[in-house]
């Protein structure tokens, strides 16, 4: 075992040893918390210990899988074979099927997944005839999971007045029978759920001191892994299990406590002293990982939080560069700007892709980026989720467009013929399917007329097949008068899909939502290109046949292990790159608008940004962009206050003053509040009028400067290069909502068909037809 200790640093040995009473390890970024509780446990075990009488509690089943493997290393499988290590909800349910006659449970209880119960829960809904768009089965479920990791059953939950309340407010006022309902049926089931393993096990404990007091003495020592991000449910029963003893010792980090979301209390770690009175305190300072300029800069921005237990992490590995902080014009420019950043790294320094990641706030920010990766043949996976065009609400969309254009598209059909619900069962489109089948035609024939077909239906069902084929229809005929991106809103609108998300505050209901309205910037960004590049009329059908191709490469089943890896911050936590690039850090995105009204909020959204930060091994980039499509519409942006809480000789800012400045109005003074598009989900697109060329303040002595020092290659385009076109000249120097800034290299045609070349700092030349483009000339 000596060996083995003498593999630890000074700090790291201290907290291994320590066996005297409770102790709390503050564990940096990078600093070899792992390595501690493996090495700790082993020490207890050479210590005399037996592996039965160690709980050892982690958050995932990976990371007690490698700490037991590394345990197997030093002590051998058979003694790391018996230990009690494993996630709070497998430890526990452990527990309970031991002890389950004394909660009114058999010894078999069926555990239910989380698709499991939302499943119940819909019945439910459904068996007491409440409106689904209110009562979404993912609210419901969310608000039954918070309130039993609160350690509220459905009987207190009735007789608390503040939820009662809420869910009043919220016009969701039976959620109370719901869940009074649901815990019922799971109890006639024999089942629980994930939340059911803590609260019961918590009950177990309190109602039957016997019990809780053999598990006291049987489990000697306790450890527990990330207890920054334990919840109440959890921080209760480890309390419990440790009276008397006091042998516990909780690993974790303040600094990286982001799961208030999911439940979790950072005071649980702040306070533990206070619980523990005589708990030690260890800090692991040294990180492994980064480089000192990266460290230094995340403890500079650290720092600014209040709730905190303060440690200086610190690094020996080289200085290395500055984090390195970039603007671009908009969200849609800032996605090729980071794709470009990529190959420029790689050539210069022969780094793998697979060495770098890219980290955004929230999954509605991933389309841009795929895209611009795609563009320029970049491989790329999504870690922790779907890419983009393959999450369920957007191929629910995508399957009304695919319907409106192909009626006969069978497969479009099934997916939304129920979907929102019109009370079309899988019975009913069964029956479709077999006439379609019998009479070799189409779906969508049988469904125009489904007794021609012999199609054996009550009235009722024949109605509601009738105003689904209707709806189906309308969708074509205003398909057939609108452009692409008019259609693409009427479709999300009347089809009920938005709508049922507007109802769903659930973290998974506003994801969702954002989603849809990325998917509607990203065809209003489609058409505008295809209108700049001379093509008028843009339909649905050419966005979809640009979406086949983009979904084809998606469903690739060939693996490659080289990619660049596309990650919310929150799924990057535990994880390291090379480079990381962090991006859309902006005000109201990073820090969320949710935490805007709250000290507290805001400090944990700067505690993610230190996670997403001391992922990198090497360098850090982080970007913002000047406008970006949230919400429904396309705003300007402020560059996020996190950006000035890093202390200046750690990163490089960009020559801007609102990145610097104690205020963002500098910002909205000069790029003005005029958005790049309009949401069609806020207004109509204006496609007839023309596109007016903005020019804040142009000086003539910049047009005389630029008149004078135009190329003299000019002198051969068509007259209309040399004269003043909407206000351009060779050589003027203009911003695109997209394409960000560039240069005007020509000019040809006249009117109407007037065209520029511009060459963009990251997308290179591009042709634009100046009735449709919208380009702002820049003051020198």
Not at 340 to 350: L, Q
Not at 622 to 642: D, E, Q
Not at 662 to 668: N, T, V
Request: charged fraction near 25%; proline fraction near 4%; aromatic fraction near 10%.
């Amino acid at each position: 075992m000596e060996e083995y200790l003498k593999q630890l640093n000074e700090s790291q040995r201290a907290a291994v040893t320590y066996t005297d009473g409770p102790s709390l390890v503050i564990a940096g970024a990078g600093s070899g918390k792992t390595r501690v509780l493996t090495y700790k446990i082993a020490y207890l075990l050479n210590k005399g210990i037996p592996p039965y009488a160690i709980l050892a509690l982690t958050f995932t089943n990976k990371a007690a899988r490698e700490m037991k493997e590394r345990i197997a290393t030093i002590v051998g499988e058979p003694t790391a074979r018996r230990l009690w290590m494993g996630t709070f909800h497998s430890i526990f349910a452990r527990i309970l099927r031991s002890e389950a006659e004394f909660i009114g449970y058999p010894s078999h209880f069926t555990i239910y997944d989380s698709a499991d119960s939302k499943s119940l829960i819909k019945a439910i809904i459904k068996e007491m005839q409440l409106d689904d768009k209110l009562y979404r089965p993912g609210m419901v479920q969310s608000r039954i999971s918070n309130a039993k990791n609160a350690l509220i059953t459905a009987r207190a939950y009735e007789h608390n007045k503040d939820l009662v309340e809420y869910d009043i407010k919220a016009k969701v006022p039976l959620i109370r029978d719901v869940y009074k309902r649901y815990e019922s049926r799971c109890r006639q089931a024999g089942a629980m759920d994930f939340d059911d393993l803590l609260l019961q096990t918590n009950i177990l404990f309190r109602d039957h001191p016997a019990v809780l007091d053999k598990y006291r003495q049987f489990f000697r020592h306790i450890l527990v892994d990330e207890y920054q991000d334990t919840n109440f449910a959890q921080h209760l029963i480890v309390q419990r299990l440790s009276e008397g003893h006091g042998q516990l010792t909780v690993v974790g980090d303040d600094a990286q406590s982001i799961y208030s979301f999911r439940g979790a209390n950072i005071d649980n770690i702040l306070q533990l002293k206070r619980v523990y009175p005589t708990c030690r305190t260890f800090k692991l300072e040294r990180n492994y990982r980064s480089t000192q300029n990266i460290v230094n800069a995340a403890n500079s921005l650290i720092h600014k939080n209040k709730e905190q237990i303060h440690k200086t992490v610190y690094s020996e590995k080289e200085q290395g560069d500055k984090l390195l902080a970039f603007s671009t014009y908009s969200d849609y420019e800032e996605g090729y700007a980071v794709a470009s950043k990529i190959d420029e790294m790689r050539r210069k320094r022969n780094y793998e892709y697979a060495d770098f990641a890219i980290l955004y706030r929230t999954n509605a920010q991933s389309r841009i980026l795929e895209e611009a990766l795609r563009k320029r043949g970049i491989p790329y996976k999504i870690y922790g989720g779907l890419s983009f065009y393959q999450r369920k609400e957007i191929k629910d969309v995508i399957a009304y467009f695919r319907l409106i254009v192909n009626p006969h598209d069978e497969e479009a059909l099934k997916r939304v013929i129920n979907y929102p619900a019109r009370g079309i069962g899988d019975t009913t489109v069964g029956k479709l399917i077999a006439a379609a089948s019998e009479r070799g035609v189409s779906l969508w024939s049988v469904l125009k007329e489904p007794l021609e077909y012999a199609v054996k239906i009550n009235n009722g069902t024949a109605q509601k097949l009738n105003t689904f084929r209707e709806l189906i229809g309308e969708f074509i005929t205003y398909s057939q008068e609108n452009p692409a991106e008019e259609t693409a809103a009427h479709i999300v609108k009347q089809s009920g899909i938005y709508s049922s998300f507007l109802v769903d505050q659930s973290v998974e209901g506003i994801s969702r939502r954002e989603n849809l309205e990325e998917l509607l910037k990203g065809i209003a960004e489609f058409v505008q290109i295809r209108r700049e590049e001379g093509l008028e009329r843009v339909s649905i059908a050419d966005f979809l046949s640009e979406v086949a191709l983009l979904t084809d490469q998606d469903n690739d089943k060939e693996e490659q292990a080289n990619k660049v890896t596309l990650m919310t911050v929150h799924a990057a936590k535990g994880l390291e790159f090379r480079n990381v690039f962090v991006v859309g850090l902006e005000e109201d995105l990073f820090p969320s608008m949710m935490a805007k009204d709250s000290m507290r909020a805001i400090e944990e959204e700067r505690r993610l940004f230190y996670v997403a930060i001391t992922r990198a091994e090497e360098n850090c980039i982080l970007s913002y962009a000047k406008s970006r499509f949230r919400n429904g519409k396309t705003s300007v942006c402020s560059p996020s206050r996190f950006l000035r809480d890093i202390d200046t000789q750690f990163v490089e800012l960009p020559e801007d003053p609102a990145a610097r400045a104690d205020s963002f109005d500098s910002e909205r003074e000069r790029y003005g509040a005029r958005p790049a598009f309009q949401s069609p989900f806020q207004q109509r697109r204006a496609a007839e009028e023309p596109v007016q060329i903005v020019k804040p303040t142009p000086p003539p002595a910049r047009m005389r400067k630029v008149e004078a020092t135009a190329s003299p290659a000019s002198a051969s385009l068509p007259s209309a290069s040399q004269a003043d076109v909407h206000g351009l000249q060779v050589g003027t120097r203009v911003s695109h909502d997209r394409f960000g800034e560039g240069e005007v290299t020509a000019i040809e045609g006249e009117g109407g068909n007037a065209k520029a070349t511009v060459v963009f700092q990251h997308f290179g030349q591009k042709q634009l037809l100046l009735k449709f483009a919208k380009l702002t000339i820049l003051s020198p």
